[in-house]
């Protein structure tokens, strides 16, 4: 019998096994439609789930089921509770975005972020309080009541709850979702990735526990931040620089924590600037591009300010006229001339970088798995000054992003930037300033983009994803359990380890197939026993009291083992940056360092 006619279209080429103990990619090859030629089924539900996909001619077959079964999850997770609610006398974080949003509705821009700081005071960069704006104008048509200044604080309304939940999904399905979409399509394209393979990858990423217990059930807009640093990232693979600082700065713009991406980010257009030649006008491009996106973000800020000065706003009007000093550069305040025209622009700003950047409130607030808390167990931290505390945090933090910045600068290869970006998110989750719980979205981010990419479900890739996606939602089960959200959190981390195939409802991606190798018996190892440890430390959280005198036992061995495998996540991650990047070939290194 005859066999198929042969494509008219070049196949692209096969992807080869690591050989270090893990499977080969689901599909061996594909014809230039993306069409699977192989009949391998994958061991793991999510693959098998989505295997009669593997002959589809479009995305577009896919990918609605994609979006339809996210946004089923989300939605369903949203019916629990939230942050703060039913809680007093702060409400949470839920109450903190319902206040900004009749914050910079209800009050001059001017007052923005000087308005009863004790009460959820506005602490994030000028984009949050934009979007808050827009929101809050939405909202305000729906039901006034729900954004009154000081009456309505602390509400519990059901149908504002709806609203507020209905503004996450729409959000994350306007940035996160189309910027996740675009950058899983041209990661795969880029290496060599069939259709099939980037479905299977992108429906893994949107379904990320972590990003919808935090943002869906707990009450955040992190999806919003990430979304744009995935769209810079994505601008980079297409070889938009000029478009992936306009994103940058929109992260920047939104949350300052995407400052764990900017070093990296920095570092690679800094390289593709200089190798394999100087390209001045491209570095030129860039410096135009960035300064302009910063101008324009805060341009609002600036000329509400300037306005609100000309009609005789004050941006404290509890001070009835009198002009307190600048919260930085106190010394220096007085110095200024409280009636030029400039001083409104002044105070503004110095207000703004001392609400985002809250050095004052310690090393940190609360438990959290980084190598700080977990040090505090043994010294006492909180004795030393403030001052030798940050510089420490400076100087650690440095230590652990340079190395990644170095190779990402040296080897500026678009591929690398996931690894690079996680790299360095895990550095200053690790010893940065001031961490909060669900900080450990950003390194977990493109460490799980990383499945979009060659070998991504492999087992030995999504072993390591999945231990780290894992353990920092296991991290912040003690801050979902004090508002009751057990339920989803057992949900939605045990459906992820299910759907690819990891513990602790599988082991198999374990499995070895012929002969063991030391690595992949030492990553089995690790994870497992690690794996082992979160179990027993949900049977005795759940069944056995802390001693007398130790209420928060349970709490600060959940932050020792987690802030011990984060550290091993970041290890990974520059070890696998390191060896993809080819860092280790000494004669390429010595040709670009000579290039300077």
Known sequence: MAGPAPSPHKPRRKV??????????????TSGSGRASSSSKPSYPLGALLWPARSSLSQWEILPLILMAAGLFRWAAGLWGYSGYQNPPMHGDYEAQRHWMEITTKLPISQWYFHDLEWWGLDYPPLTAYHSWILGKIGGLIDRSWFELHTSRGTDDPSLKVFMRATVIVSEYLIYVPAAVIFVRRLSKLQGVNTWSA???????LMQPGTILIDHVHFQYNTVMLGFVLASMSSILAGRFMWSCVFFVMALGFKQMALYYAPPMFAYLLGVCLFPRLNFPRFLGIARVTAASFAVLLLPIILGSLYDAQRGVEARPDLHGHKAPLPIFTQYSFRLDYHAWYYPIVQQMAQLVHRVFPFARGLFEDKVANFWCAANVFIKLKQYPSEILQRTSLLFTLAAITPACFVIFVKPRKELLPLALATSAWGFFLFSFQVHEKSVLLPLMPMTALLAGKQGLSKNTRAWVGFGNLLGVWTM??????????VPYYVLSLLWAYLLGLPPTSFSVYKTEGKATWTGLATTTLHLGFYLAMAVWHVAESFLSPPNGKPDLWVVVNVGIGAVGFGICYLWCFFTLVVESGFLDRSQVGKKIKAL
């Open 199 to 205: 479905a299977v990858a992108l429906t893994a990423i």
């Open 16 to 29: 080869k096994s690591s050989g270090n103990g893990t499977e080969p990619a689901p599909l061996i090859s």
């Open 477 to 486: 089960f003690p801050l979902l359990q004090r508002v009751d959200l057990r």
